[in-house]
Nanobody
């Protein structure tokens, strides 16, 4: 069974930066995809960024040029560097670890960007 734990959320002013981290543990095989999703109040969960085992990345249009996702396969960790934050980035951010046939979600970490 895989456990996923996020950290790094907090309160930041518009234009500021935060770095989210996520560690997945308990997997006996490679984690194919790791990513970050977010959910704001009253909205559905949406993809922010994802990264494959080989390092291919995909970003939501709303965060391109501002956010950077990276991973360390040896440690099964994924980072999300968030720069130039905007109030509309405010949400609970969830880490995803995806193996073939199974998804594992973290509990979420709150990111709040003040106006």
């Amino acid at each position: 069974q895989v456990q996923v734990l996020e950290s790094g959320g907090g309160l930041v002013q518009t234009g500021g930066s935060l770095r989210l981290s996520c560690a997945a543990s308990g997997s006996s095989r490679n984690i194919n995809v790791m990513g970050w999703y977010r959910q704001a109040p009253g909205k559905e969960r949406e993809l922010v960024a994802r990264i494959t085992y080989s390092g291919a990345t995909h970003y939501a249009d709303s965060v391109k040029g501002r956010f950077t996702i990276s991973r360390d396969n040896a440690k099964n960790t994924v980072l999300l560097q968030m720069n130039s934050l905007k109030p509309e980035d405010t949400a609970v951010y969830y880490c995803l670890a995806e193996l073939i046939g199974q998804r594992y979600w973290g509990q979420g970490t709150q990111v709040t960007v003040s106006s």
